[in-house]
């Protein structure tokens, strides 16, 4: 009975120390959404590893010290069901979701109240065709790695109604209102969201919450955390060490 208390103790020492590096990753945990209001919105934790402006043709928009690069899906309307922001660098994206998944890329209305950078970059934007979704496959993480992501979701056009939102979805799902305000120039929400890469890619689910379809403004990719190299010997270690005492300790039969 002693020793079975002891290999009990030891098994649930042992899986305590290895569960923060098996527990199950992949799935980001999102933060509530809050309004676009000034540069500071944008994340400057950690290292910037990508950060993209859709269909911005004016070049790199620079918003609080981060660089965002330009991506236009080709065309309105278009039939093609995949683009790619371009690898193999870490961060890049590619979007599928079907022959008619982005409807329409361009300008959706400049919000008032920003500074002109922030007013240029909230007001461009790709567009899901209505009742579909796309998904958003970020490339090249390491696998082991923390990331934070941000995603900005923003329609200032005369219309669009205050609970029309922007879903982001893997594993939990969070969402961004595109014009919480309801009123002409009124300006959308970002968000921001966690995980841990389980591999070198991670998919996030795009959609909205009515009809009309998503959109999406901006994404930004930063590296929040690297696992230190020492921990997997010394839990490595520590498992074989208990391991022989176990063994030891058993009596013959």
């Given at each position: 009975?002693?020793m079975n208390?002891?290999?009990t103790?030891?098994?649930?020492?042992?899986l305590?120390?290895?569960?923060?590096?098996?527990?199950?990753?992949?799935?980001?945990?999102?933060?509530s959404?809050i309004?676009?209001?000034?540069d500071?919105?944008?994340?400057?934790?950690?290292?910037?590893?990508?950060?993209?402006?859709?269909?911005?043709t004016?070049?790199?928009?620079?918003i609080?010290?981060?660089?965002?690069?330009?991506?236009?899906?080709?065309?309105?309307?278009?039939?093609?069901?995949?683009?790619?922001?371009?690898e193999?660098?870490a961060?890049?994206l590619?979007?599928?979701?079907?022959?008619?998944?982005?409807?329409?890329s361009?300008?959706?209305?400049?919000p008032?109240?920003?500074?002109a950078?922030?007013?240029?970059?909230?007001?461009?934007?790709?567009f899901?065709?209505?009742?579909?979704?796309?998904?958003?496959?970020?490339?090249?993480?390491?696998v082991?790695?923390?990331?934070?992501?941000?995603f900005w979701?923003?329609?200032?056009?005369?219309?669009?109604?205050?609970?029309?939102?922007?879903?982001?979805?893997?594993?939990?799902?969070?969402?961004a209102?595109?014009?919480?305000?309801?009123?002409?120039?009124?300006?959308?929400q970002f968000?921001?969201g966690?995980?841990?890469?389980d591999?070198?890619?991670?998919v996030?689910?795009?959609g909205?919450?009515?009809s009309?379809?998503a959109?999406?403004?901006?994404?930004?990719?930063?590296?929040?955390?690297?696992?230190?190299p020492?921990?997997?010997?010394?839990i490595a270690?520590?498992?074989?060490l208990?391991?022989?005492?176990?063994?030891?300790?058993?009596p013959?039969?």
């Amino acid at each position: 009975m002693a020793m079975n208390k002891i290999s009990t103790s030891l098994r649930a020492l042992g899986l305590s120390l290895i569960a923060p590096f098996c527990a199950s990753a992949g799935i980001v945990i999102w933060e509530s959404a809050i309004n676009i209001s000034e540069d500071s919105d944008v994340l400057n934790t950690g290292t910037l590893v990508r950060a993209i402006n859709f269909d911005s043709t004016t070049g790199p928009s620079v918003i609080d010290g981060v660089s965002f690069e330009h991506f236009s899906v080709p065309g309105s309307n278009t039939t093609a069901n995949t683009w790619s922001t371009g690898e193999p660098l870490a961060g890049d994206l590619t979007i599928n979701g079907g022959a008619t998944s982005i409807a329409y890329s361009g300008v959706f209305g400049i919000p008032s109240g920003l500074s002109a950078a922030y007013g240029d970059f909230a007001s461009r934007a790709i567009f899901g065709a209505a009742d579909s979704t796309f998904d958003l496959t970020i490339q090249n993480l390491t696998v082991g790695y923390t990331y934070q992501l941000q995603f900005w979701a923003s329609d200032a056009r005369v219309g669009t109604p205050n609970d029309r939102g922007t879903t982001f979805t893997a594993g939990n799902t969070g969402t961004a209102l595109q014009n919480p305000s309801g009123s002409l120039d009124g300006a959308g929400q970002f968000i921001v969201g966690s995980f841990t890469a389980d591999s070198t890619t991670q998919v996030i689910t795009v959609g909205s919450t009515s009809s009309a379809g998503a959109v999406l403004t901006g994404y930004q990719l930063r590296l929040t955390a690297v696992p230190e190299p020492s921990a997997y010997p010394a839990i490595a270690g520590f498992m074989a060490l208990s391991l022989a005492l176990l063994r030891r300790k058993r009596p013959s039969a």
